[in-house]
């Protein structure tokens, strides 16, 4: 009884209509139909249900139509439409847009729909609470300011559906929340930290960073599941839909790194207890409701993210001094940290077949690698030594015009850098790479989806990064006087 309890509970967590009501209730409006243009009977839309599934999942979906039943929770079946060849986006398609197709889109032309979603292992038709028919939009829809997804499908180029935002502060609370979790957002952060405030807590922060990210990814294509069904949940954000869904890696960082600053801050720096929680608790909350909000995970997707991270961080804070040491100090360390950064790689590839989650995986873990190896050569050289442990606690500077002005100088100048090294790293290195491996490099998009090129691509790139930041650009600083 506990078990078919907890069962259900997973279920009753995991239903996409709680993400659809969440989204009413912030004032998200969804303008596409309810279900496909003129399906009307359980006969016309066999054509859209159809589906070919594939490995344990198919085993699992056989025996549940043989009548048997099963105590444990069944995963989401990882499927695709028989329209859509299994070669075309690879796991892309499989992994969020055919089963979030709504009526209109297309993927190379195929159409496609998802009125099936799992609520307690019942089908049902998704958009009967809008009360509209299968040909009309949605009847209720009220005044607001219509937008589209700000960034296509990274894998398929798909925008999305438009939608209609009622509460502009929420939109822009939610989609500040969910960049806090972003490409961009690390490429700000983790610099502004290196540069301009604690080069120590900086390199133990990017370590739980990357093991977070980096078992996260790997969680998520060993589970599989797709995305929220949409119909009925309005897709806010569309960059991340041909991922995996669970668990949610925005929700983990959101956790990790947060908490981490934290804890790596407090008793080192001087502030106030409750201030600090309470910009760790805020912080967490936000980038964590936001994926929700967005559309982009279930309610059990975030609570599991949630929960993975804070056993991440419980098994890897107690050996943060050990491995720092270790990567300062040990003077085989950057070749073991390159290997191991690199073989980790290699096994995240062995996971799917291509998506855009394998390149984040080996940016991740590139970007770790190249900071690793210049952090060993920092403290080698001396050039950027910690202050002694007499000097601590360490007291925030007053604020001051000039102090300002220093801090956005250096930051500005040295983002400047790491995007011209990263644009001139990667009209390099894939045209190499292709050349290496002979896959033709004339789409680009095309050859990364071949692991040959997107691992050493993804990873030399934000190697020589994470290398740039940590090692390159304050050398620069401390040549034109701005350390």
């Known amino acids: 009884m506990e078990s078919a309890g907890f069962t259900k509970l997973l279920y009753y967590l995991q239903d996409p209509h709680h993400v659809a009501r969440f989204q009413k209730i912030c004032g998200v409006r969804a303008t596409f139909t309810s279900k496909p243009a003129g399906v009307t009977s359980e006969a016309e839309r066999a054509p859209f249900n159809k589906r070919t599934c594939s490995g344990d999942e198919n085993r699992a979906a056989n025996s549940a139509g043989d009548g048997q039943k099963t105590d444990r929770v069944p995963q989401r079946r990882v499927c695709r439409t028989d329209t859509v060849k299994r070669d075309e986006f690879r796991n892309g398609v499989v992994n969020g847009t055919a089963s979030s197709l709504a009526a209109g889109e297309t993927v190379n032309g195929q159409h496609g729909a998802n009125d099936r979603h799992f ?46 935002i009622e509460s502009k502060f929420l939109y822009f609370l939610f989609t500040f929340g969910t960049e806090l979790g972003n490409e961009l957002f690390y490429i700000c952060f983790f610099p502004f930290l290196i540069w301009n405030v604690d080069p120590f807590v900086a390199r133990r922060l990017i370590v739980v960073w990357v093991w977070v990210m980096y078992l996260g990814q790997c969680t998520k294509d060993i589970i599989r599941w797709p995305r929220p069904a949409s119909p ?53 909350v936000l980038v964590c409701v936001s994926r929700i909000y967005m559309g982009m995970h279930s309610v059990l997707d975030v609570i599991v993210g949630f929960l993975y ?46 998506s855009t989650s394998r390149g984040d995986t080996a940016q991740i873990l590139g970007t770790g690698a190249g900071i690793a190896v210049a952090s060993h050569l920092n403290y080698q050289l001396a050039l950027i030594p910690d202050p002694p442990a007499s000097a601590l606690p360490l007291s925030p500077p007053a604020p001051t015009l000039g102090l300002a002005g220093l801090c956005l ?38 050859a990364r989806q071949h692991m040959q090129v997107e691992l050493p691509y993804r990873y030399i790139v934000y190697w020589t990064l994470g290398f740039s930041a940590f090692f390159l650009v304050p050398l620069l600083f401390g040549y034109i006087g701005l350390s």
């Open 232 to 284: 009925p949940v309005v897709k806010v954000e569309m960059f991340y839909n041909s991922e995996y869904s669970m668990p949610s890696t925005h929700a983990m960082s959101g956790t990790a790194i947060p908490l981490s600053l934290f804890l790596l801050t407090y008793g080192r720096w001087e502030y106030p207890l409750l201030l600090g929680l309470l910009l760790a608790l805020g912080w967490c």
């Open 119 to 164: 609520t307690g292992g019942n089908e049902r038709l998704s958009e009967n609470r809008f009360n509209g028919s299968g040909n009309d939009t949605m009847s209720r829809c009220v005044q607001g300011s219509a937008v589209k997804p700000l960034r296509k499908n990274s894998l398929t180029g798909d925008a999305g559906h438009e939608f209609l």
């Open 309 to 354: 991270s804070l056993l991440i961080l419980a098994a890897f804070a107690p050996t943060l001094d050990v491995i720092d040491t270790f990567n300062l100090s040990c003077r085989y360390a950057p070749v073991l940290i390159v290997s191991l950064h690199a073989a980790m790689g290699l096994f995240s590839f062995t996971l799917d077949t291509w």
């Open 409 to 446: 100088l250096r930051f500005a100048l040295g983002v400047l850098a790491l995007l011209a090294t990263r644009a001139v790293m990667k009209a390099i290195t894939v045209p190499l790479v292709c050349w290496t491996f002979s896959i033709p490099s004339g789409d680009v998009r095309k």
